[in-house]
């Protein structure tokens, strides 16, 4: 039988600067967002992530986007 694969939903999860450590390397941190329509975009998710920690004091490095899927026969 061949599977199926049903986008159910996605995480963003962004990856922020939160200091420096004792060496002068980036100190980073993450956090994750749940319950991302599986329907949105990835130009729409990266921005609501760049308008987030636009009102941070800490820089945003990056996002990533974690799909989720329902798999069944």
Do not use: C, H, W
Not at 5 to 20: C, E, F, I, P, R
Not at 28 to 44: A, G, T, Y
Not at 45 to 70: C, E, H, K, N, T
């Amino acid at each position: 039988m061949a599977v199926t694969s049903n986008a159910k939903d996605s995480v963003m999860v962004v990856t922020y600067q939160v200091g420096l450590t004792a060496q002068g390397s980036p100190k980073l941190s993450q956090r994750s967002f749940p319950n991302v329509k599986s329907s949105s975009s990835d130009q729409d998710v990266y921005d609501v992530a760049v308008a987030l920690y636009g009102l941070q004091d800490y820089p945003l490095i990056g996002v990533r986007r974690d799909s989720r899927f329902d798999l069944s026969e």
